[in-house]
């Protein structure tokens, strides 16, 4: 099974974790997921095997979450799939899945856990923060 990562090419997050897959040396499978949109069946099976509920992988900022009102605890998991269904941007990002797993990658370094071995280093995040140091350890 390959890297598959379920990509915003405009979420900083998002690209953070990309360039991390790739730099470990794996061709990710690259989803544009705003694109193409989310099934019902790919988002249960993306959530379970996650441990996460519509609820947990709602996006709250940067989307029309608030404005659907789906930010109401009294709002269903139901309700909140068919939105994340018509609205493929309230799915917070980026999931990735590997062969050790599959997880929502935020903060991104939390995609290192998913891979079978750590890119080189250095390597920092767009906003500077170091990931791996020169020597090739992972920080933090």
């Known amino acids: 099974m390959t890297v598959v990562i379920h990509h915003n090419p405009d ?3 998002s690209r953070n974790v990309l360039a991390i897959i ?7 499978l690259v989803i544009p997921y705003l694109d193409i949109g989310w099934t019902r069946p790919q988002l249960l099976a993306l ?4 441990g996460l509920t519509p609820r947990t992988a709602l ?4 989307s029309p979450a608030e404005e659907l009102g789906l930010l109401e605890s009294a709002v269903s998991d139901e309700a909140l799939l068919a939105a994340m269904l018509n609205h493929p941007v309230l799915v917070n990002r980026p999931i990735v ?3 050790k797993g599959v997880r929502l990658c935020r903060p991104s ?3 290192l856990d998913l ?5 080189p280093g250095p390597m920092t995040k767009e906003d500077g923060t170091l990931l ?3 020597e090739g350890n992972r920080v933090g």
């Open 22 to 28: 790739e730099a470990s040396g794996e061709t990710p």
């Open 115 to 119: 891979l079978d071995r750590l890119p």
């Open 132 to 134: 791996i140091d020169a």
């Open 11 to 13: 979420c900083g997050t």
């Open 47 to 50: 959530f379970a095997a996650a």
């Open 109 to 111: 370094e939390a995609v």
């Open 59 to 62: 996006r709250t900022t940067e």
């Open 97 to 99: 899945c590997s062969p």
